[in-house]
């Protein structure tokens, strides 16, 4: 299993908080290969943490992030990076 730890800056304040919701409810719901899924907005970026036991780089959760972003935020003009991949369990 892995956990992986994604970040997505450019997001407009106004709409991060619901965003974040609303990205990990979407996730939880349509993406059932993801697991633990948490979605947090610090104040500058939006953070993605799940876990999953077929994405050993972190791509395909990034992937789906980033198109979970799209579909929630607009305008969208950020960059998401893969900030850790851990093995777990």
């Not at 939006?46 to 999953?52: F, S, T």
């Not at 994405?55 to 789906?64: F, H, K, T």
């Amino acid at each position: 299993m892995y956990r992986i730890t994604l970040e997505c800056d450019g997001v407009p304040a106004s709409a991060a908080e619901e965003a974040a919701r609303d990205i990990a409810q979407h996730l939880k719901a349509h993406y059932p290969h993801e697991s633990n899924v948490r979605c947090s907005f610090d104040g500058e970026r939006l953070r993605l943490v799940a876990e999953n036991d077929h994405d050993p780089e972190g791509r395909n959760l990034m992937d789906e992030f980033s198109d979970v972003i799209s579909a929630n935020i607009e305008p969208f003009d950020g960059d998401i990076r893969l900030i850790s991949v851990e093995r777990v369990g």
